[in-house]
T-cell receptor, first 110, second 115 residues
Framework: GAGVSQSPRYKVAKRGQDVALRCDPI?????LFWYQQALGQGPEFLTY????????KSGLPSDRFFAERPEGSVSTLKIQRTQQEDSAVYLC????????FGPGTRLTVL | AQSVTQLGSHVSVSEGALVLLRCNYS??????LFWYVQYPNQGLQLLLK??????LVKGINGFEAEFKKSETSFHLTKPSAHMSDAAEYFC?????????????FGTGTRLQVFP
């Protein structure tokens, strides 16, 4: 596709549910990033992939957060046992010369 | 550690007026600096970036920014605001090419443009 796409665009989960957020990067982009953007804040780094290798997961806030990119293209961010503090917009970016961002998934945990 | 500070969470200007959005950074190494714009319910769009070379950088939509090492600043300007400029603006810093080219963002400045 022409840009980075993410699905779903909006997700409402009850506290304790597991969620999976998908990112389709720009074709051919080796690098992929996930960021978390809380309301009224700037995006904060979660994790980074180069092809299928997760080279940096230092930003993942807890072991409930897990990301994968098994074939070096599509990536999934999974959050287990969601909590209210997980409510945020989750942004995916893929990198050619610079990072190009998707529209994000807005997660609301009730 | 690197960080970015954006002074002023909200800026309001009249259409046609000068836009000035402030950004100061902290970095122990020469920084790469970026400005992104975010429209409602959309992802971030790159406005401009500074890596090396000329310190005055021109971007899209008539925006420009000047890297001032002595002031550790990278303020964003536009001579004449347009209604369509109303959005959230984020300044970001990144280390020179490294294993993780992650971006560190400021908290953002919401620009309002009045007719």
């Amino acid at each position: 596709g022409a840009g980075v796409s993410q699905s779903p665009r909006y997700k409402v989960a009850k506290r304790g549910q597991d969620v999976a957020l998908r990112c389709d990067p720009i074709s051919g982009h080796v690098s992929l990033f996930w960021y978390q953007q809380a309301l009224g804040q700037g995006p904060e780094f979660l994790t980074y992939f180069q092809n299928e290798a997760q080279l940096d997961k230092s930003g993942l806030p807890s072991d409930r957060f897990f990301a994968e990119r098994p074939e070096g293209s599509v990536s999934t961010l999974k959050i287990q046992r969601t909590q209210q503090e997980d409510s945020a917009v989750y942004l995916c970016a893929s990198k050619g010369n610079e990072q190009f961002f998707g529209p994000g998934t807005r997660l609301t945990v009730l | 550690a690197q960080s970015v500070t954006q002074l002023g969470s909200h800026v309001s200007v009249s259409e046609g007026a000068l836009v000035l959005l402030r950004c100061n950074y902290s970095s122990s190494v020469p920084p790469y600096l970026f400005w992104y714009v975010q429209y409602p319910n959309q992802g971030l769009q790159l406005l401009l970036k500074y890596t090396t070379g000329a310190t005055l950088v021109k971007g899209i939509n008539g925006f420009e920014a000047e890297f001032k090492k002595s002031e550790t600043s990278f303020h964003l300007t536009k001579p004449s605001a347009h209604m369509s400029d109303a959005a959230e603006y984020f300044c970001a810093v990144r280390t020179p090419p490294s294993q993780t080219d992650k971006l560190i963002f400021g908290t953002g400045t919401r620009l309002q443009v009045f007719p």
